[in-house]
């Protein structure tokens, strides 16, 4: 009998050890899996570049997500875990999260932690008109559209102007937002980046400009926008403007005429076109047009404000991209006949 209770002991001795090693094992192994699950990157697919977190999700409705869009394939407890380790669980906040190439699910937890939502950026081009800068905004992507059904009246007045025409009123500017932003929440940041620089240039133009009020330097810088893309003409052209207007002389610019023929514009204008009459005609109609004609740029409202000196009184454009400028009517002929008609002598 004492053999065999020998034998029985041995044998549950082999059983436990080979139990403990069985548990020492999976604790091993389930360690170094969970090691492989922090270090391992999310799976990020174009079709599914981020993840939409709502309120009131929990850890488990984001692992969810997660794993239905196949960036993870680990269950809950696992982040569960590492939530904890972070000192994150409970802490995550609601929101539209970017996943990024090598982003490891520490990296997505503390991003969650620390409100680090997904940002994209919109940009107001320079020289666009207010039409083009709202056909931009219905395609902006995740941002909610709640001016689409306005006019550009009722627009203006949501955004806090009341009574202003929009055209040249939005600083050409990158904005960054985030979804739930809404297009009339750039609208208010770029209206009131406008007035803000616009204020701070006027406040150090030139001395004896032809200019009573702040808009009407915002008027002449969108002529002068659409005029030119090169900066070293910028202040050129906008010192031929300053010079017709002290000479009380029509400042003819085709932008304008352009502006002014809206939808019956094509492509070109004509002779009939410099002839016909609109408020922005500025070949049949002396002064400043009534608004701007697009959004200016910084670099345009500096022209305005600062024209360069001289005497030259007309431009014409080569053809290139550059203009030929000159101080009297003849030399101006001249140039028209070369550059324009290709008669040159």
């Known amino acids: 009998m004492s053999g065999l209770k020998m034998q029985g002991r041995a044998l549950w001795s082999v059983l436990a050890v080979a139990v403990l090693l069985v548990v020492a094992g999976s604790i091993v192994y389930g360690w170094l899996d969970y090691q492989r699950f922090v270090r391992t990157p999310l799976a990020v697919t174009a079709q599914a570049p981020s993840v939409d977190v709502a309120k009131g999700s929990s850890l488990r409705d984001v692992v969810g997500m997660l794993r239905g869009q196949r960036a993870t394939s680990t269950g809950p407890l696992y982040w569960r875990v590492l939530a904890e380790q972070l000192h994150v669980a409970g802490r995550l906040h609601a929101g539209e999260y970017a996943l990024t190439a090598g982003m490891t699910p520490r990296d997505l937890l503390l991003n969650m932690a620390a409100g680090k939502v997904l940002q994209r950026n919109f940009t107001i081009v320079d020289g666009w008109n207010f039409k083009e800068l709202r056909q931009a905004l219905a395609k902006a992507d995740k941002l909610r559209q709640d001016g689409a059904g306005l006019d550009d009246a009722a627009l203006m007045t949501r955004i806090g102007a009341p009574g202003e025409a929009p055209e040249g009123r939005f600083l050409p500017e990158t904005y960054a937002y985030v979804k739930g932003d809404s297009d009339l929440d750039i609208l208010r940041r770029a209206h009131a980046a406008m007035g803000k620089?616009?204020?701070?240039?006027?406040?150090?133009?030139?001395?004896?400009?032809?200019?009573?009020?702040?808009?009407?330097?915002?008027?002449?810088?969108?002529?002068?926008?659409?005029?030119?893309?090169?900066?070293?003409?910028?202040?050129?052209?906008?010192?031929?403007?300053?010079?017709?207007?002290?000479?009380?002389?029509?400042?003819?610019?085709?932008?304008?005429?352009?502006?002014?023929?809206?939808?019956?514009?094509?492509?070109?204008?004509?002779?009939?076109?410099?002839?016909?009459?609109?408020?922005?005609?500025?070949?049949?109609?002396?002064?400043?047009?009534?608004?701007?004609?697009?959004?200016?740029?910084?670099?345009?409202?500096?022209?305005?404000?600062?024209?360069?000196?001289?005497?030259?009184?007309?431009?014409?454009?080569?053809?290139?991209?550059?203009?030929?400028?000159?101080?009297?009517?003849?030399?101006?002929?001249?140039?028209?006949?070369?550059?324009?008609?290709?008669?040159c002598q």
């Open 197 to 343: 620089q616009l204020d701070a240039l006027w406040a150090r133009r030139a001395k004896d400009l032809p200019l009573a009020t702040p808009y009407d330097a915002l008027i002449l810088a969108s002529i002068v926008e659409k005029e030119t893309g090169r900066a070293d003409e910028r202040p050129r052209i906008a010192g031929v403007f300053v010079r017709r207007l002290q000479s009380h002389m029509l400042l003819q610019t085709d932008p304008t005429v352009i502006y002014g023929m809206g939808e019956a514009y094509t492509g070109s204008i004509h002779k009939v076109d410099l002839t016909t009459d609109t408020p922005y005609n500025t070949y049949t109609r002396p002064g400043l047009p009534p608004t701007p004609i697009a959004m200016p740029g910084k670099p345009a409202l500096e022209a305005a404000l600062h024209p360069a000196d001289g005497t030259e009184l007309y431009f014409v454009a080569k053809g290139d991209g550059t203009h030929v400028f000159s101080s009297t009517l003849d030399e101006h002929n001249r140039n028209v006949a070369c550059y324009q008609l290709k008669r």
